[in-house]
């Protein structure tokens, strides 16, 4: 079994920054694809960002894409996600989530195993 624990969340004013962690534990394995969602009240859960765990690369949702970085420290077993000049409307609950399909990038939340409990980010104007 595998945990993912994120952590980092809060509240912030618009334009600010945060950066989210995602701790890694538990059966790990050489290659999976860690990607980050965010689900607002009343919405479905979107695709936020992407990382291959071996080689480290990345992919985004055009809604964050230059705003935001996804990173990976493989010594800590730990995901990131810097998020910079934030905005209203990504205000969310933010989940990590590992898949071990690293076939191509999966933006569905379905194709992911395994789920972190989420941390809620707030922007505030």
């Known amino acids: 079994q595998v945990q993912l624990v994120e952590s980092g969340g809060g509240l912030v004013q618009d334009g600010g920054s945060l950066r989210l962690s995602c701790a890694v534990s538990?059966?790990?394995?050489?290659?999976?694809?860690m990607g980050w969602f965010r689900q607002a009240p009343g919405k479905e859960r979107e695709f936020v960002a992407g990382?291959?765990?071996?080689?480290?690369?990345?992919y985004y949702a055009d809604s964050v894409k230059g705003r935001f970085t996804i990173s990976r420290d493989n010594a800590k077993s730990t995901g990131y996600l810097q998020m910079n000049s934030l905005k209203l409307e990504d205000t969310a609950v933010y989940y990590c989530?590992?898949?071990?399909?690293?076939?191509?990038?999966?933006?569905?939340?379905?194709?992911?195993?395994?789920w972190g409990q989420g941390t809620q980010v707030t922007v505030s104007s």
């Open positions: 538990g059966r790990t394995f050489s290659s999976y694809i």
């Open positions: 989530a590992a898949t071990l399909d690293t076939s191509t990038w999966r933006v569905g939340p379905r194709a992911y195993d395994y």
């Open positions: 990382i291959t765990w071996s080689g480290g690369n990345t």
